[in-house]
T-cell receptor
Framework: EADIYQTPRYLVIGTGKKITLECSQT?????MYWYQQDPGMELHLIHY???????EKGDLSSESTVSRIRTEHFPLTLESARPSHTSQYLC?????????FGSGTRLTVV | RKEVEQDPGPFNVPEGATVAFNCTYS??????FFWYRQDCRKEPKLLMS???SGNEDGRFTAQLNRASQYISLLIRDSKLSDSATYLC????????????FGSGTQLTVLP
């Protein structure tokens, strides 16, 4: 049973739309992360948070933004989706040590 | 140079074979080490942690060589269900991003 949830699982959306990818965890973890991964390619860190009101950009330049108003919730927002944003987005959390990943959101921008 | 380097493969092995994956890391201050498994179009899942003394979990054996900054994963008697990408993951507490993922080694076990 998953302790970290991502919604939606799949999303197809038109160019220029604003979207928010949801990520919630029930483990009380302080540290949360967003990764972007194209099929067959490596994970790229795009955002991370060490706790409430703490957010940082990762290694991969991203036009997305994140917020961390509550410990359990770490949503990612794209203000204006583009076809180049088509990818899988994975959320993860940890209290230190190994990560637990959500099932991901597969985003397609048409 | 990447912080964590893995042979990308693919490794295509017959069922029942023994296969070994290697991984090197560049930061000598790295503290903890993991192997993750990722199935196609799925999220990565923790396979096992890697301890200094080496550790075994069923058919899987992980080893760490701190002097050479080298980690390995050995899979014995490979099964079709072992087909996946295996990610080497390193934790160094000095990094704000905490965990660094290798790019993965793809394994296909053939019948």
């Amino acid at each position: 049973e998953a302790d970290i949830y991502q919604t939606p699982r799949y999303l197809v959306i038109g160019t220029g739309k604003k979207i928010t990818l949801e990520c919630s965890q029930t483990m009380g973890h302080d540290k949360m992360y967003w990764y972007q991964q194209d099929p067959g390619m490596e994970l790229h860190l795009i955002h991370y948070s060490y706790g409430v009101n703490s957010t940082e950009k990762g290694d991969l330049s991203s036009e997305s933004t994140v917020s961390r108003i509550r410990t359990e919730h770490f949503p990612l927002t794209l203000e204006s989706a583009r076809p180049s944003h088509t990818s899988q987005y994975l959320c993860a959390s940890t209290q230190g040590g190994g990560y637990t990943f959500g099932s991901g959101t597969r985003l397609t921008v048409v | 140079r990447k912080e964590v380097e893995q042979d990308p493969g693919p490794f295509n092995v017959p069922e029942g074979a023994t296969v070994a994956f290697n991984c090197t890391y560049s930061n000598s201050a790295s503290q903890s080490f993991f192997w993750y498994r990722q199935d196609c179009r799925k999220e990565p899942k923790l396979l096992m942690s890697v301890y200094s003394s080496g550790n075994e979990d069923g058919r899987f054996t992980a080893q760490l060589n701190r002097a050479s900054q080298y980690i390995s994963l050995l899979i014995r008697d490979s099964k079709l269900s072992d087909s996946a990408t295996y990610l080497c993951v390193v934790l160094h507490p000095g990094s704000a991003r905490q965990l660094t993922f290798g790019s993965g080694t793809q394994l296909t076990v053939l019948p």
